[in-house]
C-alpha cells in the first residue's frame, strides 16, 4: 500500500464543471500539502495543512478550494477553472510542518481543463 | 525570494556514461534535498545533506553539499535506463518554512 494516495489519476472537465480531487495518507503524518507542477516552472506551493488547520495559502485563486477534515485526508475542490490550471496537482504528507522533515507525494492528478 | 537554478535543463545519455547535474543558489540554505521523479508519478526522496562539504553516496549516485550551503550537485556514475526521471533538489529553510524547488533536470537514459 502506497503511503500517498490520489485520486483520480487523471481528469478531464470542462471550465463550468465542479470537481475534486482526494487525497489519503497511511502515514499517521500531521501535515499534508498540494502542490502544482506544470512543464517548465518549479513546484508551485499551493496549500499547507498542520492537523487539519491551514496554515499556508500561497495567493492560490478562489476557484480552488482545499478541505483536511482530518490529519489523514486533504480535498481540492475545484470550480470554474481556466485553461492555464492544466497540471499535474501533487499531494504531500510530512510528519510534522517543519520544512527539514522530507515529504512523502502521491503520484498526482493529471487534470486538463477544455 | 529564494531561488533554486538547476542544470542541465535536460539530459540525455547513453548506458554506461557518467554525468553530473547541479543544483545553485544565492540564498543559504540550512539543508538540501534530492528528489527523483520518474514518469507518472510523484517525487520520491533520495537524499537530504545537511552540512556544507557533506558528501553522501547511495550506490552509484554521489551527493554533495556545497561548502557554503548554496548549492549542490549529484553525480551518477555508469547511468542505467532504470536512472531516467526527473531530479528535483529543494532547498530547506530554516525553521517553520515550506521547501524552495528547482524546476528539475529530465534525464534521458538510453540502452
Known amino acids: 500500500e502506497t503511503g500517498v494516495t490520489q485520486t483520480p489519476r487523471h481528469l478531464v472537465m470542462g471550465m463550468t464543471n465542479k470537481k475534486s480531487l482526494k487525497c489519503e495518507q497511511h502515514?499517521?503524518?500531521?501535515?499534508m500539502y498540494w502542490y502544482k507542477q506544470s512543464a517548465k516552472k518549479p513546484l508551485e506551493l499551493m496549500f499547507v495543512?498542520?492537523?487539519?488547520?491551514?496554515?499556508e495559502n500561497n495567493s492560490v485563486p478562489s476557484r480552488f478550494s482545499p478541505e483536511c477534515p482530518n490529519s489523514s485526508h486533504l480535498f481540492l475542490h475545484l470550480h470554474t477553472l481556466q485553461p492555464e490550471d492544466s497540471a499535474l496537482y501533487l499531494c504531500?504528507?510530512?510528519?510534522?510542518?517543519?520544512?527539514?522533515?522530507?515529504?512523502?507525494f502521491g503520484d498526482g492528478t493529471r487534470l486538463s481543463i477544455l | 525570494t529564494q531561488l533554486l537554478e538547476q542544470s542541465p535543463q535536460f539530459l540525455s545519455i547513453q548506458e554506461g556514461e557518467n554525468l553530473t547535474v547541479y543544483c545553485n543558489s544565492s540564498?543559504?540554505?540550512?539543508?538540501l534535498q534530492w528528489y527523483r521523479q520518474e514518469p507518472g508519478e510523484g517525487p520520491v526522496l533520495l537524499v537530504t545533506?545537511?552540512?556544507?562539504?557533506e558528501v553522501k553516496k547511495l550506490k552509484r549516485l554521489t551527493f554533495q553539499f556545497g561548502d557554503a550551503r548554496k548549492d549542490s550537485s549529484l553525480h551518477i556514475t555508469a547511468a542505467q535506463p532504470g536512472d531516467t526521471g526527473l531530479y528535483l533538489c529543494?532547498?530547506?529553510?530554516?525553521?517553520?518554512?515550506?521547501?524552495?524547488f528547482g524546476k528539475g533536470t529530465m534525464l534521458l537514459v538510453s540502452p
Open positions: 540564498s543559504v540554505f540550512s539543508s
Open positions: 529543494a532547498g530547506v529553510g530554516s525553521g517553520y518554512s515550506t521547501l524552495t
Open positions: 504531500a504528507s510530512s510528519p510534522g510542518v517543519y520544512s527539514n522533515q522530507p515529504q512523502h
Open positions: 545533506v545537511v552540512t556544507g562539504g
Open positions: 495543512y498542520s492537523l487539519e488547520e491551514r496554515v
Open positions: 502515514l499517521g503524518h500531521n501535515a
